[in-house]
């Protein structure tokens, strides 16, 4: 019999006493750990993040990132018309500009937040590849968290790490999804990336800008970035809501666009590269002919979709009705050029409030559910929520327009706070829980 067969043989005592400096090893081991934690904690440790991680919120990044920028759109909402009531004076005199907290938050942490999401959700089901996860989710969600807590710092360093940490939360998030489009060769996808890379780029430096005492310059950053979000939802909206529309409304005549298809990126994308470029250099014209041709053109394929079909179907009236305020949107903001009976501003929040914040909200509600296994039909309350984002824009728009702008910033700021809040109650424990199924 072998030495080694014999070894494995003996007693357990005996094989010890061969080896007698291994006791004293494991004993000057145990020493060290019982000093420092040692291997123990370690092991805990690494043991609670795994469990974690493997918590059904963290299985997809639309869970916890629908969530959290639903929890953030509502208390940056309610912190922000305290403001200009004068019940919050929490800004620091040294900190960030206020509104351009106030926009970076609703545009960036919300808006930005949540396309972000829907992207590396959808890229799953286009590619076929995994997407982002468990300890990686984990690890950006708390990026984009400390960027929430480090944009109220006076201090100027901590407001440099969160810049820093914002362009870490775009680079991987934005990494991420190019590696699964470029692995599965998804072509039709590949804009998503310049685009997303676009956004990043004019979120530095919106934040750059007011941070060095360029305020004005970071809030056209910030209207340029709200044009290209009108470019993402028609991209995106030009696929789905004609999609969805055919397959959920009864009796609906959805009628092709491949022509529109083709023109209204570029359009659109004319239209907010000028608009970029005007107010930095001197152009001989507007960006006013492009936005009116893009929302022209919006309006016609929307109406091409057969929109009094979805009528009673709520998770499609509200796509519709999100899409029609993009078409008007885009409209107004290009005939303030020509007129101020329409202010540039309150045309540019019926893109915000209705196109994004309603986009937002009906993709939210219609992605939790069918990403979870779960019947595309959502709680009645969703109607109201629905109905309510729409009517906070329409106040936001209408009420200044008739002179009483506090009131169109309270009941606006009142809607958008209920229509989320319910958004929040009802889906919570939808995306906290497994996948039905």
Known sequence: MSKSLLKINEPESKRREAKPGTRQILSSTGELEAKTGGTGAKASGYALLRGLSKQAVWDLPFRPWFLAAACLSVVSIGIWISFLQGHFGGFADDGITPLVWHIHEMLFGFGATVAVAF??????????KRSLHGGGLIALTLVWLSVRVLLWSPAPGLQLLAIGLQALWWLGSI???????????????YQFIPLL????????????????GHTQLALHLARSVILLFGLMVGIV????????????????KVVATPLLDKVLPPVTLAGVIVFFAADLVSLPFTPATLLIAAGVLHLLRLWC????????????WSLHASYLALGLGLVAVGASYYTDAIRFSEALHLITVGTIGGMILAMMARVSLGHTGRPLQPHPALSLAFGLILLGALVRVGLPLLGNPAWGWSLAALCWILSFGIFLWHYTPILCAPRKG
């Open 119 to 128: 992207l590396l959700t959808a890229a799953q089901t286009w590619t076929g």
């Open 175 to 189: 990494g991420y999804l190019a590696s699964m489009l470029v692995r599965a060769r998804s072509r039709r996808n």
């Open 197 to 212: 890379g676009a956004m990043m780029l004019l979120n530095l430096g919106f934040l750059l800008a007011d941070f060095n």
């Open 237 to 252: 909206g030009g696929r789905v809501i004609p999609f969805f529309t055919g397959r959920g409304a009864e009796h609906a």
């Open 305 to 316: 979709w057969d929109p009094r079909a979805t009528l009673r179907v709520p998770l499609l």
